[in-house]
């Protein structure tokens, strides 16, 4: 077992360095240092689908969404987690017409980070949240036990270089996706501990009122 998790922490580096080289938009003006934190994977490391609709975010976004899977359950390899992606990709692109994956981004149990939409457009994950956040989910369900800590170490490292590269508000507002629509996203457990976490904002934020303030 240890053989095979050193080789796959390997081979997800590589990816990383992938990412930078053909993506150099998404990690512009990154620290290195901040890179290494934790592995971010590009669409193409996960051979996504092209978009079918890319409608750009009002930068830097005061909010940042945390949901659950649920379906599909956790995945502890680069493999499992990619494959996770493009299954959700297919279904939210192709059964549900949203015309790509509906996250940000996601992360799986094993730390990794993967691309979804992006830092840049829109997603469709949280009703009218969606022009005011990046959306980012935990794969998994996470109604009783917690993702696991590096996952968690990730989703903090992964805002932290939103807001450096000035895609997040340094004043956001952490929210569950329960707080912007009616559903038990993100499960019990993970809304439990991210409402303990420093921008994390209670109730239940107008949406519709901050549209029509920002439009
Ligand atoms: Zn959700």
């Known amino acids: 077992m240890a ?8 081979v997800i580096v590589l990816l990383l360095n992938f990412s930078v080289s053909v993506f150099p938009g998404v990690v512009k003006e990154v620290a290195t ?18 978009s079918a609709n890319q409608k750009l975010l009002k930068l ?18 680069f493999e499992e987690c ?24 996601c992360i799986g149990a094993e730390g990794t980070a993967f691309e979804g939409r992006g830092w840049d457009y829109k997603g469709v994950h949280a009703g009218r949240a969606n022009n005011h956040s990046i959306g980012i989910c935990m794969i998994g369900d996470w109604r009783e036990k917690l ?25 956001y507002k952490l929210i569950g996706h329960m707080q912007a629509m009616s559903t038990e996203c993100p499960g019990t457990a993970l809304m439990a501990e991210i409402s303990t976490w420093k921008n994390f904002a ?11 303030i920002s439009n």
Not at 60 to 77: D, L, N, Q, R
Not at 147 to 171: C, F, N, W
């Open 147 to 171: 993702p696991p800590k590096k996952s968690m170490d990730t989703l903090k490292a992964l805002i932290k270089i939103g807001v450096q590269m000035g895609k997040i508000r340094e004043d």
């Open 33 to 50: 240092s901040d890179l290494n934190d934790f592995p971010l994977i590009s669409r193409d490391g996960w051979h996504a689908e092209p």
């Open 202 to 212: 209670q109730g239940k934020p107008d949406f519709a009122q901050i549209s029509s």
């Open 82 to 105: 990619a494959n996770a992606m493009r299954s959700m990709q297919r279904y939210h692109k192709s059964s549900l017409k949203w015309g790509d994956i509906g996250y940000n981004f």
């Open 3 to 10: 053989s095979s998790q050193v080789s796959c922490v390997y």
């Open 60 to 77: 830097p976004t005061p909010y940042v969404v945390i949901h659950h899977t649920y379906i599909p359950k956790a995945c502890y390899s």
